[in-house]
């Protein structure tokens, strides 16, 4: 089935530096969603994207969807040490999507 | 009422143990899903229901029988189960198609001993 590949697996910043995670696939995705799961917690979903080149911004957070609608990138501006969590793509055709492996983000305060 | 909730919220049984799993939402979406989450991995997709019928089982053993008695709730009976299947199992609801946000809900955290 189509896989998206997701990186990078762990990252770690000091409060106030900017993240980035990132969503691949060697197809062409019907559309892609973003969801972060707290530690101890359960996926939440953020957003979805679904047109070519789509850029949507929730406060701190910028999620992008790549012309050729293979890659999604999301990106927090100045963390805090609330956007600690797994952040999950989620992306494949509209019949079946599926996980990406996740990017765990810690924040030094 | 954007709420899925679960219970229970944690359960240890042995290998011959027979257990349910439940699940509920009342936001009015026809898809459910289970959903198995080991630790530091995404979740795994296992079932789908869509309309109360069963529309995907992802070759899940039948150790795992899921049941959808009508379009709020959502079970899933656990028998003979092995170690390896302990994990956090995740119950999600969405409108129609998983093209659509998903609702999760906390999770039951399964121990098999």
Not at chain 1, 33 to 44: A, E, L, N, S, T
Not at chain 1, 57 to 64: G, I, P, S
Not at chain 2, 93 to 98: A, H, T
Request: aromatic letters at 10%; one cysteine or more.
């Amino acid at each position: 089935g189509q896989q998206v590949m997701q990186i990078p697996q762990y990252q770690h910043v000091q409060e106030g530096e900017d993240f980035t995670t990132y969503c691949n696939s060697s197809t062409t995705l019907s559309n892609i969603q973003w969801y972060k799961q707290r530690p101890g917690g359960h996926p939440v979903f953020l957003i979805q994207l679904v047109k070519s080149g789509e850029v949507k911004k929730q406060k701190r957070l910028t999620f992008q969807f790549g012309e050729a609608k293979k890659n999604s990138s999301l990106h927090i501006t100045a963390t805090q040490t609330t956007d600690v969590g797994t952040y999950f793509c989620k992306g494949g055709s509209n019949y079946k999507l599926t996980f990406g492996k996740g990017t765990l983000l810690t924040v030094n305060p | 009422d954007t709420e899925v909730t679960q219970t229970p919220k944690h359960l240890v049984m042995g290998m011959t143990n027979k257990k349910s799993l439940k699940c509920e939402q009342h936001m009015g979406h026809r898809a459910m899903y289970w959903y198995k989450q080991k630790a530091k991995k995404p979740p795994e997709l296992m079932f789908v229901y869509s309309y109360e019928k069963l529309s995907i089982n992802e070759s899940v053993p039948s150790r795992f029988s899921p049941e959808c008695p009508n379009s709020s709730l959502l079970n899933l009976h656990l028998h003979a189960l092995q170690p390896e299947d302990s994990a956090l199992y995740l119950c999600a609801s969405s409108r129609l198609g998983q093209n659509n946000e998903q609702f999760f809900g906390p999770g039951t955290r399964l121990t098999v001993l």
